[in-house]
């Protein structure tokens, strides 16, 4: 990893192997035919948002930008492709070389993407090009759903608090980076310890009824609790009976209590009974976090409750429904040679109707009407129209195999708060509908 | 990782920091309280299975394994903890030296499981044991709802062959997992060179539009193909028009020509005509592999059509509608110190009516008919009665510390071929219904 300055590693030493074997297969025989060198430009989209979905939200790209200047063959991985005669010797010695050299443009991330959005372009020989297919699909596959999510439950929540807890609820990898696209989709903080470590995303906790059934009594759990943590900490409230957890928590760390967390039950009502309670003891800055099943419909449900923070897990991590994004990566142009001069042929699958396809290398842009609200997602392959040019969406990520656009999270979490605003107010809603922008194509 | 002789690494030096940060201050607070090494049992089970399933799969254990062993906190970590203010002083020198001492015990890998299946027992002190939780959580959560869908897969496929095409439809270190749980539940082979790579399962390759459109015409295509990789290999057929490219496939490869892919369309019309038009060519022995958005429906509903291969991507790796299985890892009694001699008292939360659980250290065993099939999980507290002695389904997988039960993925897989064929009928049938065994606590 090369991005220590912008977290530490949780990680793997190489990313060659998140490949499937035909990508390895297709550059030996191409090597052997003599076309593998042909210059090609790849392209990462989806033909359509999960069902009901209003947008899309970009994330991953600052993690595949990791796993292209990490995808290289060390000599336990290529005498693995040897000894399970994978592929062949050239093969194997071709890979033993490999490094991307190629260009890569796409979306920032952050941004809102559409059906057709053309959200990575990569350009190449077709043989650098096919082998990050596999892992760049799994990374804004993965990355993308969450955000989505993420995003949706950050409309819901109306600026209140937002803690990312489904660690437990996801591969042990998979949540590492579920934390990442949730920060950037408007999450604002992680349970994920390492989350924080490698991504400097803030990490929080609260307790769980294991410490408090470890204990003789509650009143002894709150006591160690807040002996240890300090006033400021959160003391979850559902062990037993609540009310009167509400009283002993009250009793022991006094109206500077920072928060109470409600974990099970009727989370509405729950929530202001214990408001009351709170208010009764005089503990009116003392917080209410709720936990439990919550998703982007609960949230919203629970607008009108005093909660101040959302503990959210299951539905988090797995995109509230829709785990995964079906972006695709096609082959959309390559060339007759290696020669940068020889023209680029657009190129498409035609067969059986469905999966088809558009080829040519593309351009995209947001048109926004006379108020600045966006009301096209704009795509084309020859020339930018005029008035289009200031509104293009890909920016450059990768020059002949440097890269040249790392940032802090921070930039892509802000990117989205701007991209979702400047869509059509409908986008906010939670109701099943199309995507708020067509896709036209020039 | 210490489990070399069962494959190679794709992983990660420590587990320790995947881990929600309650965990570590919980131990803290206890380290203070001087209740942190009151002897503690903990259970991972699920309280329902996902909506509409007969069974679920245990898979992940040899993961758990691993994680267990990795379980420590490098110095780099131990910075984070510190500079962060995670925890104080005290603890995270208590961390340093972590590492788990206790015993685990748990139903065996590719085992099938209920709601209240004890799947996994874990003892020692309650710092030790509580550290573990969210990891394990992490990887039984997943891994068990990727083994299930592929067990339903593998019921609906009756022997043909299914192969695990998922890696790009996922986090890529998930998607390692989820071919191993693939496997478990039944799949032959993956694409995932990663999953090859660490867990030694077959891995297969075709081949992908791209390089079909590489080429000056899908002929040249196929001969490049064919050239480099034999005539064994498997030609996709759906670039342009089906039947011209079977036609110029079988001239290319001859009838030894090992399979033709179909990937878009009405496969099951598409896959008749394929197998006539080969049959007309003489290639009978060509295979049929099929791919395109299936689960488990879609290859029941494949049975009557020529189709010798399944390739399942998205469906599989997300768990087919049920990407994780809420599994829950409860105290369920402790001592009130770490004296062996203390008695163990069962506890468990009671508030709020949902999320309660049965407190005390449990065991668990499967009780069968006349036939021989089984007819319930019995789960229980005290004495296991005598004529369940034998059918104890939990088994020793760690003691003080030291892993005591690695095996061969194929034992895992094995196993699970005989637990699922030991259930009443009415488990494969892929329609929605309740759980095929009642649980009864005794």
């Given at each position: 990893?090369?991005?220590?300055?912008?977290?530490?590693?949780?990680?793997?030493?190489?990313?060659?192997l998140?490949?499937?074997?035909?990508?390895?297969?297709?550059?030996?025989?191409?090597?052997?035919?003599?076309?593998?060198?042909?210059?090609?430009?790849?392209?990462?989209?989806?033909?359509?948002?999960?069902?009901?979905?209003?947008?899309?939200?970009?994330?991953?790209?600052?993690?595949?930008?990791?796993?292209?200047?990490?995808?290289?063959?060390?000599?336990?991985?290529?005498?693995?492709?040897?000894?399970?005669?994978?592929?062949?010797?050239?093969?194997?010695?071709?890979?033993?070389d490999?490094?991307?050299?190629?260009?890569?443009?796409?979306?920032?991330?952050?941004?809102?993407?559409?059906?057709?959005?053309?959200?990575?372009?990569?350009?190449?020989?077709?043989?650098?090009?096919?082998?990050?297919?596999?892992?760049?699909?799994?990374?804004?596959?993965?990355?993308?759903?969450?955000?989505a999510?993420?995003?949706?439950?950050?409309?819901?929540?109306?600026?209140?608090?937002?803690?990312?807890?489904?660690?437990?609820?996801?591969?042990?990898?998979?949540?590492?980076?579920?934390?990442?696209?949730?920060?950037?989709?408007?999450?604002?903080?992680?349970s994920?310890?390492?989350?924080?470590?490698?991504?400097?995303?803030?990490?929080?906790?609260?307790?769980a009824?294991?410490?408090?059934?470890?204990?003789?009594?509650?009143?002894?759990?709150?006591?160690?609790q807040?002996?240890?943590?300090g006033?400021?900490?959160?003391?979850?409230?559902?062990?037993?009976?609540?009310?009167e957890?509400?009283?002993?928590?009250?009793?022991?760390?006094?109206?500077?209590?920072g928060?109470?967390?409600?974990?099970?039950?009727?989370?509405?009502?729950?929530?202001?009974?214990?408001?009351?309670?709170?208010?009764?003891?005089?503990?009116?800055?003392?917080?209410?976090?709720?936990?439990?099943?919550?998703?982007?419909?609960?949230?919203?449900?629970l607008?009108?409750?005093?909660?101040?923070?959302?503990?959210?897990?299951t539905?988090?991590?797995?995109?509230s429904?829709?785990?995964?994004?079906?972006?695709?990566?096609k082959?959309?142009?390559?060339?007759?040679?290696?020669?940068?001069?020889?023209?680029?042929?657009?190129?498409?699958?035609?067969?059986?109707?469905?999966?088809?396809?558009?080829?040519?290398?593309k351009?995209?842009?947001?048109?926004t009407?006379?108020y600045?609200?966006?009301?096209?997602?704009?795509i084309?392959?020859?020339?930018?129209?005029?008035?289009?040019?200031?509104?293009?969406?890909q920016?450059?990520?990768v020059?002949?195999?440097?890269?040249?656009?790392?940032?802090?999270?921070?930039?892509?979490?802000?990117r989205?708060?701007?991209?979702?605003?400047?869509?059509?107010m409908?986008?906010?809603?939670?109701?099943?509908?199309?995507?708020v922008?067509?896709?036209?194509?020039?």
């Amino acid at each position: 990893m090369n991005s220590a300055d912008l977290g530490r590693r949780v990680g793997v030493p190489s990313t060659a192997l998140f490949t499937d074997q035909y990508e390895l297969t297709m550059v030996q025989a191409a090597l052997k035919a003599g076309t593998a060198d042909r210059r090609s430009v790849f392209e990462a989209f989806t033909r359509r948002l999960p069902e009901g979905r209003r947008y899309g939200v970009v994330a991953g790209t600052g993690r595949v930008l990791d796993a292209v200047e990490n995808f290289h063959f060390d000599d336990e991985m290529l005498a693995f492709l040897r000894d399970q005669r994978v592929v062949d010797t050239a093969t194997v010695d071709w890979l033993a070389d490999y490094r991307f050299r190629g260009d890569i443009w796409g979306y920032p991330e952050g941004e809102v993407y559409f059906p057709g959005s053309p959200l990575l372009r990569v350009e190449g020989t077709f043989a650098e090009c096919v082998l990050l297919e596999t892992v760049i699909l799994s990374i804004l596959n993965h990355d993308s759903a969450i955000a989505a999510a993420a995003s949706r439950m950050s409309s819901a929540a109306s600026g209140r608090n937002l803690i990312e807890m489904g660690a437990r609820r996801t591969h042990e990898l998979s949540a590492v980076a579920a934390s990442r696209a949730a920060y950037i989709g408007g999450f604002h903080t992680t349970s994920d310890l390492a989350a924080g470590f490698r991504y400097n995303i803030p990490t929080v906790g609260t307790s769980a009824h294991a410490f408090t059934l470890l204990h003789d009594s509650e009143r002894d759990a709150f006591r160690a609790q807040v002996d240890s943590l300090g006033r400021d900490t959160t003391l979850l409230v559902d062990t037993y009976d609540v009310a009167e957890a509400v009283r002993t928590a009250v009793e022991i760390a006094g109206p500077e209590l920072g928060a109470v967390r409600i974990d099970s039950g009727d989370l509405l009502l729950v929530a202001h009974r214990v408001r009351q309670q709170l208010d009764e003891l005089g503990a009116t800055e003392t917080k209410i976090v709720v936990t439990s099943d919550l998703d982007e419909y609960a949230i919203a449900s629970l607008a009108a409750a005093p909660v101040d923070a959302y503990g959210v897990g299951t539905q988090l991590v797995t995109g509230s429904g829709h785990p995964t994004c079906s972006m695709v990566y096609k082959l959309v142009a390559r060339a007759e040679s290696a020669d940068p001069g020889e023209p680029l042929l657009p190129v498409a699958k035609k067969s059986l109707g469905a999966k088809t396809s558009r080829g040519g290398r593309k351009w995209a842009a947001r048109r926004t009407d006379a108020y600045g609200v966006a009301e096209a997602e704009v795509i084309g392959t020859g020339d930018v129209p005029a008035g289009l040019v200031d509104r293009q969406l890909q920016t450059e990520l990768v020059r002949g195999g440097e890269v040249v656009a790392r940032e802090p999270l921070e930039a892509a979490r802000d990117r989205h708060v701007t991209a979702r605003a400047g869509l059509p107010m409908s986008a906010m809603q939670l109701s099943r509908g199309e995507p708020v922008l067509p896709t036209e194509y020039v």
